[in-house]
């Protein structure tokens, strides 16, 4: 990925925040197999389990999830909180991230954990629906994370946005959008001097 390059995708729509990271642990899935547009809702959201939080309906209304289409998710922490400004408890986060356990047959495509949110390019398999890995993936980086931070309670925002790729969409474009994110919030001069990020084709 050329850096200079890197820097004129679009800003990311989350106000940046500081801190450090961990050196980075491939995870090489292979390139994904399709793209679709889906349209059926996700028989396995439940539309009452986030009741109370506000802007979730609005984010959880027509969600789709369809096997093997790739998804660009987007998480906060609770309260925009810098939890992953520790560098041990972005380490514990990150390995979950990569986890096989963790993914099922999902492929996580490219990743990148800033201070208080995260991006990942997810493209899933035949099993679980978005929801479910998405919740996977929040849900074990939250627990490996509070333990390190000794505490307790939420650690992500229950509600998160994503965005299908759509067929004409360039699956590189969307990674060099996620990875570029320290480099765009300032954090770093060199993409290779942040160790919380990457992406199945570097």
């Known amino acids: 990925m050329n850096e200079a390059d890197a820097r004129h995708y679009p800003i990311d729509p989350l ?3 500081v801190g450090a990271g961990h050196a980075r642990e491939p995870n090489r899935n292979p390139l994904p197999r399709a ?4 349209h059926a809702r996700d028989p396995d959201r439940d539309p009452a389990r986030n009741a109370g939080f506000p802007g979730n309906h609005a984010l959880r209304r027509g969600r789709v999830s369809v096997p093997y289409q790739a998804y660009l998710v987007t998480s906060a ?3 925009r909180q810098s939890f992953f400004a520790s560098f041990e408890a972005g380490c514990a986060a990150a390995r979950c991230f990569i986890d096989p356990a963790v993914l099922g047959d999902a492929s996580l495509l490219a990743w990148v954990l800033m201070p208080d949110h995260a991006h990942w390019l997810l493209q899933l398999g035949e099993q679980d629906s978005l929801d479910r890995v998405v919740n996977r993936v929040k849900s074990a980086s939250a627990r490996h994370a509070n333990r390190v931070l000794n505490r ?3 650690l992500w925002q229950a509600a998160y946005h994503d965005h299908a790729l759509r067929s004409h969409e360039d699956f ?3 990674a060099r959008y996620v990875v570029a994110n320290p480099l765009r919030a300032g954090l770093v001069e060199r993409l290779a001097d ?3 990020w990457d992406a199945a084709w570097l």
Do not use: E, I, L
């Open 15 to 17: 106000p940046p925040a």
């Open 194 to 196: 942040y160790p919380f």
């Open 77 to 79: 922490t609770v309260d």
């Open 172 to 174: 590189r474009t969307a």
């Open 152 to 154: 307790c309670g939420a």
């Open 35 to 38: 793209v679709g547009a889906g």
